[in-house]
């Protein structure tokens, strides 16, 4: 009865592991081959195999040295001690060679799984990270792999039947745990995923006084990842104490044929050898069932790990026969033909066959609502996500044709969010290493920098903390413009790069993109109308079509999108300072 219960909860939760991968793969809207992985049986598992087999006859000969030497009464005890310690020694080398072996083979598989795991993640597309929860990143690099085989060949004939019925228990609870251990591999994910983003809006929880609510949250995750852990420990012991039910069996089995054997029939060494080895058997038996089975059930660790290393990658960093001249790109010219954009195969169109040219020097200034395409568009000149038909020409070159590496060398990009990374300010500057004291010093003066950083004790080996949290946002985004004015690439985007910071940084940025980069081609997406009212041209989306391209000049001339999103920008602030004057001197205006 509890058997068949037991059945219909694994069965339950494989068919809710089964109907959630799949709910997981379809929103990603494509399918994932999986390669089931199990143990290894090439070198590693021959050298090992051969290894505890020389060790189970090495024990077997000392065993059986020691039982049958106690029945010689003239035998010393020198002489005893001595022939067992012979055949002993060579054991203890075994040993010792196949915990080499094991340890060595298992790094290796390893460093290779991690290797491959790494470089798959590394050369993911940007789709994957949007799509993919870190916590489900991190979840998948545990991994446990290790057998190991022992037999008592004493009882042998004895113990057949017991280890057929073990062999059946074992089965039986392998179809199940194998699938508990699927599930809780995926509650994991959502309690890592938890923690990181709580961690990354811990300001504003705390601001909102949501701590408790956070917490409980957290709490309700780790108890239903907890019960799928106790649900595979209770799993384990109810496999093991039929296991050691039956082995119970074989110890009273071996005894009762002992005792009932005739007088003499077997030497006295030999019946308490037999008994030993019978008692022994079930700690043994229990000792390599968890293993085996611990074995068999995290290994589909390696499994999910294998997932990830076969998700879709990124185009080749180089092309060898498609690489540009060192002095690409000349202009800076920009040519959008029919561009159509879609992030998954059967996805509707995100931009809808836009077609239009930004001239070399120009700035160019890109506006429109929220879901207009903006972003983008930025992402396709990056290549962040691939063109489904169309064309992106920068100085006549189809950026598709190239390698990654060679084009996104060539670009630069303050992005709305900067990134800043754990060490030095010379290293978040200057990470490859490319230009002298002199040439960053210079950046840092022209981006505003210079003093802050000659204040410091280190200078420009000051310490970074990670994302950049010991320095402000309007610092933060002026590093990035230290790294853009070092490149000197003809080609620069602003991504809504000022609207997370005051006022005073963003004229700061302004005033210098104005000035350093008079030659230069600035695509500025903008998030604030004003930023791009001064721009050469300016590119109206809405809903990944383009509305408008022209002269903002022109545009607020005539009743234009562009003259609407000014006018409505413009009409809000007028009502935010209403608002907020009105709720600091609400007297005066109850008066008017």
Same mark, same amino acid.
């Given at each position: +009865?509890?058997?068949?219960?037991?059945?219909?909860?694994?069965?339950? &939760?494989? =068919?809710?592991?089964?109907?959630?991968?799949?709910?997981?793969?379809?929103?990603? #809207? @494509? *399918?994932?081959?999986?390669?089931?992985? !199990?143990?290894?049986?090439?070198? +590693?598992?021959?050298?090992?195999?051969?290894?505890?087999?020389?060790?189970?006859?090495?024990?077997?000969?000392?065993?059986?040295?020691?039982?049958?030497?106690?029945?010689?009464?003239?035998?010393?005890?020198?002489?005893?001690?001595?022939?067992?310690?012979?055949?002993?020694?060579?054991?203890?080398?075994?040993?010792?060679?196949?915990?080499?072996?094991?340890? &060595?083979?298992?790094? /290796?598989?390893?460093?290779?799984?991690?290797?491959?795991?790494?470089?798959?993640?590394?050369?993911?597309?940007?789709?994957?990270? =949007?799509?993919?929860?870190? #916590?489900?990143?991190?979840?998948?690099?545990?991994?446990?792999?290790?057998?190991?085989?022992?037999?008592?060949?004493?009882?042998?004939?004895?113990?057949?039947?017991?280890?057929?019925?073990? /062999?059946?228990?074992?089965?039986?609870?392998?179809?199940?745990?194998?699938?508990?251990?699927?599930?809780?591999?995926?509650?994991?994910?959502?309690? +890592?995923?938890?923690?990181?983003?709580?961690?990354?809006?811990?300001?504003?929880?705390?601001?909102?006084? +949501?701590?408790?609510?956070?917490?409980?949250?957290?709490?309700?995750?780790?108890? @239903? =990842?907890?019960?799928?852990?106790? &649900?595979?420990?209770?799993?384990?012991?109810?496999?093991?104490?039929?296991?050691?039910?039956?082995?119970?069996?074989?110890?009273?089995?071996?005894?009762?044929?002992?005792?009932?054997?005739? /007088?003499?029939?077997?030497?006295?060494?030999? %019946?308490?050898?037999?008994?030993?080895?019978?008692?022994?058997?079930?700690?043994?038996? %229990?000792?390599?069932?968890?293993?085996?089975?611990?074995?068999?059930?995290?290994?589909?660790?390696?499994?999910?790990?294998?997932?990830?290393? &076969?998700?879709?990658?990124?185009?080749?960093?180089?092309?060898? $026969?498609?690489?540009?001249?060192?002095?690409?790109?000349?202009?800076?010219?920009?040519?959008?033909?029919?561009?159509?954009?879609?992030?998954?195969?059967?996805?509707?169109?995100?931009?809808?066959?836009?077609?239009?040219?930004?001239?070399?020097?120009?700035?160019?200034?890109?506006?429109?609502?929220?879901?207009?395409?903006?972003?983008?568009?930025?992402?396709?000149?990056?290549?962040?996500?691939?063109?489904?038909?169309?064309?992106?020409?920068?100085?006549?070159?189809?950026?598709?044709?190239?390698?990654?590496? $060679?084009?996104?060398?060539?670009?630069?990009?303050?992005?709305?969010?900067?990134?800043?990374? !754990?060490?030095?300010?010379?290293?978040?500057?200057?990470?490859?290493?490319?230009?002298? =004291?002199?040439?960053?010093?210079?950046?840092?003066?022209?981006?505003?920098?210079?003093?802050?950083?000659?204040?410091?004790?280190?200078?420009? $080996?000051?310490? %970074?903390?990670?994302?950049?949290?010991?320095?402000?946002?309007?610092?933060?985004?002026?590093?990035?413009?230290?790294?853009?004015?070092?490149?000197?690439?003809?080609?620069?985007?602003?991504?809504?790069?000022?609207?997370?910071?005051?006022?005073?940084?963003?004229?700061?940025?302004?005033?210098?993109?104005?000035?350093?980069?008079?030659?230069?081609?600035?695509?500025?997406?903008?998030?604030?109308?004003?930023?791009?009212?001064?721009?050469?041209?300016?590119?109206?989306?809405?809903? #990944? @079509?383009?509305?408008?391209?022209?002269?903002?000049?022109?545009?607020?001339?005539?009743?234009?999108?562009?003259?609407?999103?000014?006018?409505?920008?413009? *009409?809000?602030? !007028? !009502?935010?300072?209403?608002?907020?004057?009105?709720?600091?001197?609400?007297?005066?205006?109850?008066?008017?």
């Amino acid at each position: +009865m509890a058997g068949t219960a037991f059945e219909q909860l694994m069965n339950a &939760h494989k =068919d809710s592991i089964t109907a959630l991968e799949a709910s997981n793969y379809q929103s990603q #809207g @494509k *399918s994932l081959t999986v390669d089931t992985v !199990r143990p290894d049986e090439s070198n +590693m598992s021959y050298t090992i195999n051969k290894t505890v087999k020389e060790i189970f006859l090495q024990r077997a000969a000392a065993t059986y040295w020691l039982a049958y030497a106690i029945q010689i009464p003239k035998l010393s005890s020198g002489i005893l001690i001595g022939v067992y310690a012979l055949i002993s020694t060579p054991s203890a080398a075994f040993v010792y060679l196949r915990c080499f072996f094991t340890a &060595h083979m298992g790094l /290796k598989a390893s460093k290779s799984f991690f290797s491959g795991f790494t470089d798959a993640i590394f050369k993911a597309p940007m789709l994957f990270f =949007d799509s993919t929860p870190v #916590g489900r990143i991190l979840t998948r690099l545990v991994a446990t792999v290790g057998i190991m085989a022992s037999v008592t060949w004493q009882v042998v004939i004895v113990a057949i039947l017991a280890l057929a019925g073990s /062999k059946y228990v074992q089965d039986y609870y392998l179809a199940s745990a194998r699938e508990l251990i699927r599930i809780n591999g995926t509650t994991k994910a959502p309690v +890592m995923n938890y923690a990181a983003e709580t961690s990354l809006g811990v300001v504003t929880i705390r601001a909102f006084k +949501m701590v408790d609510r956070f917490y409980q949250n957290y709490l309700k995750l780790v108890d @239903k =990842d907890a019960v799928l852990f106790f &649900h595979s420990n209770g799993a384990l012991e109810w496999l093991v104490m039929r296991i050691e039910a039956l082995q119970n069996v074989t110890l009273l089995t071996a005894s009762l044929l002992l005792v009932l054997l005739p /007088k003499g029939a077997v030497a006295p060494g030999l %019946v308490g050898l037999s008994l030993s080895q019978a008692l022994s058997l079930n700690t043994v038996q %229990v000792f390599l069932t968890r293993w085996y089975c611990n074995l068999s059930n995290y290994i589909i660790s390696i499994e999910r790990i294998k997932q990830f290393t &076969h998700i879709p990658q990124e185009p080749a960093a180089i092309v060898e $026969d498609k690489r540009p001249a060192s002095s690409w790109p000349f202009k800076g010219r920009i040519e959008l033909k029919e561009l159509k954009i879609r992030y998954r195969p059967n996805a509707p169109l995100v931009l809808k066959g836009i077609s239009c040219t930004f001239k070399q020097g120009t700035r160019v200034g890109v506006v429109g609502r929220t879901g207009s395409g903006k972003t983008t568009l930025v992402s396709a000149l990056f290549r962040l996500v691939e063109p489904a038909s169309g064309q992106i020409l920068i100085d006549g070159l189809d950026i598709c044709s190239i390698g990654l590496k $060679d084009l996104r060398m060539k670009l630069s990009i303050i992005p709305q969010e900067p990134t800043l990374f !754990r060490g030095s300010v010379r290293t978040n500057l200057d990470p490859l290493g490319l230009y002298s =004291d002199h040439e960053i010093w210079e950046a840092l003066e022209k981006c505003q920098l210079k003093a802050t950083i000659r204040g410091l004790p280190n200078q420009l $080996d000051s310490s %970074v903390c990670d994302e950049g949290e010991n320095w402000s946002a309007g610092q933060r985004q002026l590093f990035c413009l230290g790294r853009v004015l070092l490149r000197r690439n003809r080609i620069l985007v602003l991504d809504e790069a000022t609207a997370s910071i005051d006022a005073a940084t963003d004229a700061i940025l302004q005033r210098i993109i104005r000035q350093q980069f008079l030659e230069c081609t600035v695509i500025t997406v903008a998030h604030r109308v004003p930023t791009v009212i001064d721009s050469d041209m300016v590119m109206v989306l809405s809903y #990944g @079509k383009l509305l408008e391209y022209d002269k903002p000049s022109r545009l607020m001339e005539i009743n234009s999108s562009f003259s609407e999103l000014v006018a409505e920008y413009w *009409s809000t602030c !007028r !009502r935010n300072s209403y608002n907020n004057f009105a709720a600091e001197f609400p007297d005066i205006v109850n008066q008017s």
